[in-house]
């Protein structure tokens, strides 16, 4: 029997008992009660049996030998022959470790790493007498000797199969692909529309030249053939305005099926490249023992929100970010136990890592219950470096201060270790999200501790994205990294040191030209229009908005990748590709900012934000229909805003001017006063530049989805596509509150 097929299995198996290994040993060091401790036992004592078992089955000797000298220790721990002292912990962690490496090399072990193996074997001989003395010989696979099928996890029951990530990503990009051809069919909608317009506007000449006709004399002979030609003209006009009325409604059942289905389809193959992050979670433990051990200070992990989920990618490059940080967190984060006993603190430092999923985001907190980062002591060494001037670092906020951290070759530590001090790294956890579309923030306080917050796309593969024009061409920023749209007056426009700026919400904005970012040969739209459009970036480090020609649309697109002749080009970070079939370029906005040198201005230049009491957002919907209002209102309540409703335009106009809103939800077909004029009277009649507008209507053709743009408004929601989360999404961004 042909064995190879299984040693995939073997080596993820392994993994995760050897996973379960440390975890056990890690809470048995952790001296927990007696049940706890024997429970901690039986999980290590069947994690080495199973490996034994499988290494066994698939003729891996070294291996089974290896976990059958642990199994031994295992057991005489359990029966109290030995007790778990920090040095047995150690070499039992060293016992996995060494089963890893092996494990990683099958079929072939190397005789490098064999040539650990009598060594500790003798090692454990010293704790466990019982232990065999056996020389491993030069392992070949081979065929599987008789076991206990309780030794083999071939037996196992689970409906599971194994699948290439790069199928998954074929799969995903077929699933792309039909909700391409959606956007197709959407337009073909459009334009039955445009037809149906056509025709009624037929109808309504025809009707027009038969009044007409009735007003001039003609013979009887001459009127009845006049009007027998214009009975089947009536007649045909009839049969062709019903035709194309039941294609319109036909093809908008038939894209609203498909959309769910399509959907869903997504949802589901999206769902397979899913894994938890426990993945990487799982490891931080150990690490967090070890460092504490090289750096004599005493530390303990607590872990939140492990079954969050992530795509695969996006984990695997989170994960080196992911340790450097806590690497950090122990080495310069936490205290000495002798240091921590005299500030007041208990002599173990807390590091808490969590993991929420918020929309089509992650967040990830890294916090420690260390010394915290001394401000003062970063500008002095950011001066030192001369990374600034003196001047300039005592305009710093303490924001921008801790921005420093991130500078290549920026640390405080006064030597250079194994560990850290060497200057870099939080340099590259930066560039490493930046290249994800994601973002790092620092808070510290001195004395109580420090918290790194990572802000991660949920996957890749797929995005919301915001479509710009720039020039003469089309492209994407990430929606994640787009707080909103603005429309910025010329003279609105002020120069500070050189750099336009714009004051927005009592703070001064930096606006910079995406074309002169991406080197496109573009004329300034300020030099050619008195208004024109900004995207406000998503970003605590900067405020920054981008000035582009116009903004076009946003959507649900897939990402595609660029291939390898792009794959030094972090700024470009995919493709998506529109209904008529052509392809946009992604930009990662952030990387763009970033990799020009863009710092904010000081903060003395900037406008003094007034405090205001925290309190419920108060959301204003507008719309004729009473079971939308209702439905919109449950929806919006349910989610804990403060809803007001107004039958149509003139009737929320009336209440804008007596009470303030922080949003205002709208349809457009409604009697007095549309949404499209209701917009525009916010913005110019009631000067409510600021008040963001999400206008929710069937109009779904590209004409009045620009016009609604046009007007002002921050968000264009289709009812045919519409989706609750979607909604509240978009609010929360309206809103500020995914920040």
């Not at 003395?133 to 099928?149: D, M």
């Not at 002095?380 to 921008?400: F, H, K, S, V």
């Not at 939308?628 to 929806?635: A, F, Q, V």
């Not at 289709?718 to 909604?727: C, E, G, M, R």
Request: net charge negative.
């Amino acid at each position: 029997m042909d064995l190879t097929s299984f040693y995939d299995q073997f080596r993820d198996e392994t993994a995760e008992n050897v996973r379960v290994l440390n975890d056990a040993l890690l809470n048995l060091e952790a001296q927990v009660d007696d049940g706890q401790r024997r429970a901690a036992l039986d999980r290590a004592f069947r994690a080495v049996h199973t490996i034994k078992g499988s290494a066994r089955m698939l003729g891996f000797d070294p291996i089974a030998q290896l976990a059958h000298a642990l199994e031994h220790v295992l057991g005489d721990l359990r029966e109290g022959r030995c007790i778990p002292e920090r040095t047995l912990i150690d070499l039992l962690l060293q016992g996995g470790d060494l089963v890893t490496r092996l494990t990683a090399e099958i079929p072939q072990l190397s005789a490098a790493t064999l040539a650990h193996l009598p060594d500790f074997l003798q090692a454990l001989r010293a704790i466990s007498p019982a232990i065999p003395s056996v020389s491993p010989p030069t392992p070949q696979p081979a065929s599987p000797e008789p076991s206990s099928p309780i030794d083999t996890p071939l037996r196992t029951t689970r409906q599971t199969v194994r699948v290439r990530v790069d199928r998954l990503d074929r799969l995903f990009n077929l699933a792309g692909e039909l909700t391409i051809e959606q956007q197709s069919l959407a337009e073909l909608g459009t334009e039955l529309e445009q037809l149906y317009a056509l025709v009624s506007r037929q109808q309504r000449a025809l009707l027009a030249l038969e009044q007409e006709l009735a007003r001039l004399r003609f013979s009887s002979t001459q009127r009845q053939a006049l009007d027998a030609r214009l009975s089947t003209l009536r007649d045909v006009q009839v049969m062709l305005v019903d035709r194309v009325q039941n294609q319109r409604e036909n093809l908008d059942r038939y894209l609203s099926r498909q959309h769910l289905l399509v959907k869903d389809l997504e949802q589901e193959v999206m769902a397979v490249r899913l894994l938890p992050i426990a993945t990487i979670f799982n490891s931080l433990p150990r690490l967090v023992r070890d460092l504490a051990t090289a750096t004599g200070k005493q530390a303990v992990l607590e872990i939140r929100g492990e079954t969050t989920e992530l795509d695969r990618k996006v984990l695997e490059l989170i994960s080196d970010p992911l340790v450097h940080l806590i690497r950090n967190a122990v080495d310069h984060g936490l205290e000495p136990p002798d240091e921590r006993i005299a500030q007041g603190k208990p002599p173990t430092g807390l590091i808490q890592v969590s993991a929420e999923s918020s929309g089509n985001e992650v967040r990830i907190s890294i916090q420690d219950d260390g010394r915290g980062i001394d401000p003062a002591r970063i500008r002095t060494r950011a001066i030192e470096l001369g990374l600034l001037t003196a001047g300039r670092a005592d305009q710093l906020d303490t924001q921008e201060t801790l921005d420093l951290i991130f500078q290549p070759g920026f640390s405080t530590a006064t030597n250079v270790t194994e560990i850290s001090g060497r200057g870099v790294g939080m340099d590259i956890v930066r560039a490493n999200l930046l290249e994800l579309g994601g973002q790092v923030r620092i808070d510290s306080t001195i004395g109580q501790g420090t918290t790194i917050t990572l802000t991660i796309p949920l996957t890749l593969i797929t995005s919301r994205v915001v479509v710009v024009q720039v020039g003469q061409h089309h492209l994407a920023l990430p929606a994640v990294t787009v707080r909103s749209i603005l429309w910025v007056q010329r003279d609105q426009i002020q120069f500070i040191d050189g750099q336009p700026t714009f004051a927005h919400q009592q703070r001064t904005i930096s606006l910079l030209a995406l074309a002169e970012l991406l080197a496109i040969p573009a004329e300034s739209p300020l030099t050619r229009y008195r208004r024109v459009p900004a995207v406000l970036l998503k970003t605590r480090q900067h405020r920054v908005a981008l000035l582009v020609d116009d903004v076009i649309d946003e959507r649900e697109a897939v990402i595609k990748p660029l291939g390898p002749l792009f794959a030094r080009r972090p700024a470009l970070s995919g493709a998506v590709q529109s209904g008529d079939g052509r392809l946009v370029l992604l930009i990662n906005p952030l990387y763009l900012v970033e990799r020009n040198g863009y710092r904010p201005k000081p903060a003395a230049t900037a406008i003094k934000p007034v405090a205001e009491p925290t309190r419920t957002a108060r959301l204003l919907v507008v719309d004729d229909s009473f079971t939308t209002r209702e439905l919109l209102r449950s929806i919006l309540q349910s989610a804990g805003y403060d809803v007001t409703v107004a039958i149509d335009g003139a009737d929320a106009l009336d209440r804008l001017r007596s009470t303030p809103y922080d949003l205002v939800v709208s349809d457009i077909e409604m009697p007095r006063v549309d949404g499209f004029t209701l917009t525009t009277r916010i913005r110019n009649e009631l000067a409510l530049v600021d008040l963001p507008v999400i206008l929710i209507t069937s109009l779904a053709s590209e004409e009045h989805r620009r016009r609604g743009l046009e007007v002002g408004a921050q968000a264009y929601i289709v009812k045919s596509q519409f989706n609750q989360d979607s909604l509240l999404n978009v609010i929360q961004q309206l809103l500020g509150h995914e920040e």
